[in-house]
């Protein structure tokens, strides 16, 4: 049986380009919908609340952030292993794989869930949560944690659903969702006037409709990959997925630390306006992600059946043009939030208050930082994708947290004014510096 009867996509004969671009549209414009579900989450709590309702929000993003994370590690790490087994001629132990991912994740992310429910004030103080905004916060948290449960099954499933040949369907399985959540958004907030508690009900609806259609699709139109359940090597399965994996969790914990810190940093700075305005900022980083996961998830599955089928010359040609589109992707984040800022922070919050202002003043600084986390993320996949997990774990920490963490301290206070703002761009081109030295120094040896 030819492999393109598997799977639906032909990742051993197909021209590159060619499944490269079946793969990165659905999934840009799915995962731009995605994004679009925090972004409206914003707008409509800037425009029906104010700025205390999005700073509210920004200061439990980042619980949102660890639980994507949760599902990105599983997600990534069983599309490997399945691609690669796939390549091989082993759909069953594909199948198995992504069951297993599935069951232990969803034990972790229940348990979390519960740890959540019973201590909600202690969580939101932990986050860095003031007086005046813990109502809006515990508000936010209470109905976000039902969607949290759900969200790292939809996460795993968009990874297999792409590798399994349907990247049209995991598309739809974000468009949709995205949709649902933006008119239940509008209508929550504004006509129903419940604020920031609307926006969680919303998000956590929308995400349990994705799910949803991911169970669905498994059950009835899957090609390869199916729910089939298996013990046997459990353990060593799942931790090599964890390992593959370890650097998408690293990546939205270190965007939850980008978060957090900021938090901390902005509200040293500029206090409460100063946190509304970095909130801003923090809705346009998934954006600029999702931009940026888009080029690397696309490329994904490609490098990894052709690694596991042993095609070096495809998977060099893979990583090549998602760098190349990475590029491009990255100047087009970065021109559009610098020329549009002010138009940006309209969206959210009236641009002539403290808050607005700053964030006028800081987006175009931030916004630097999309060319060179563009070509980040790129290099990363691609190490995910070829089993160098370590390699994968040690730039997501450099970007994220090594280096993140001593810029948002020190540049503030070297820098007054726009040094807070440039602290994430700082670290996203250290980290993409060596990233490059690393390769150029490990092609040279071969």
């Known amino acids: 049986m030819e492999q393109n009867e598997k799977t639906g996509l032909d990742y051993a004969g197909g021209k590159i380009s060619r499944l490269f671009s079946k793969m990165f549209f659905p999934t840009l414009l799915g995962l731009i919908f995605n994004a679009l579900i925090t972004i409206i989450d914003g707008i409509f709590v800037g425009q029906g609340v104010g700025p205390n309702g999005i700073a509210a929000v920004n200061i439990i993003a980042p619980l949102f952030m660890v639980v994507t994370g949760s599902g990105l590690m599983f997600g990534i790490g069983s599309s490997v292993v399945a691609g690669i087994a796939i390549a091989q001629g082993d759909g069953k132990r594909a199948s198995v794989n992504m069951t297993q991912a599935c069951v232990l994740s969803l034990v972790i992310v229940t348990i979390l869930v519960a740890v959540l429910a019973l201590f909600r004030e202690e969580t939101a103080r932990i986050l860095g949560c003031s007086d005046s905004l813990l109502p809006g916060a515990m508000d936010y948290l209470t109905w976000l944690i039902p969607g949290l449960f759900f969200l790292t099954f939809e996460c795993i499933g968009m990874m297999v659903i792409r590798l399994d040949g349907s990247p049209k369907f995991a598309m739809f399985c974000n468009i949709i969702p995205a949709v649902i959540n933006i008119v239940l958004d509008y209508y929550l907030v504004f006509p129903c006037g419940m604020g920031v508690k609307g926006a969680a009900m919303a998000t956590s609806i929308s995400i349990a409709i994705g799910t949803f259609m991911v169970v669905a699709y498994f059950l009835r139109f899957s090609y390869v990959l199916k729910f089939r359940w298996s013990g046997k090597g459990f353990f060593v399965n799942t931790w090599r997925q964890i390992c593959i994996g370890s650097s998408a969790f690293i990546t939205e914990i270190a965007m939850s630390v980008m978060m957090l810190t900021g938090n901390y940093v902005f509200m040293k700075h500029y206090g409460e306006t100063g946190v509304a305005a970095f909130s801003i900022a923090c809705y346009l980083f998934p ?150 030295v690393t390769y150029l120094c490990s092609t040279l040896r071969k």
Do not use: H
């Not at 691609?382 to 301290?409: H, N």
């Open 287 to 436: 954006l600029m992600f999702m931009m940026s996961n888009a080029v690397a998830q696309s490329a994904q599955p490609i490098i990894s059946y052709n690694y596991g089928a042993g095609a070096s010359d495809r998977v060099r040609m893979a990583f090549r043009l998602s760098l190349k589109v990475a590029a491009v992707c990255g100047i087009i984040a970065w021109l559009s939030i610098s020329l549009g800022a002010k138009g940006i922070v309209t969206l959210f919050i009236d641009p002539d208050c403290g808050a607005g202002q700053l964030a006028i003043y800081g987006l175009p600084i931030y916004s630097t930082c999309a060319v060179f986390f563009a070509a980040d993320i790129s290099f990363i996949g691609y190490y995910q994708s070829i089993e160098k997990a370590l390699k994968a774990m040690l730039f997501t920490l450099m970007r994220g947290i090594i280096v993140l963490v001593p810029m948002f301290l020190l540049l503030p206070a070297v820098f007054p004014g726009w040094g807070i703002w440039a602290a994430i761009p700082v670290s996203e081109a250290v980290t993409l510096a060596t990233i490059c």
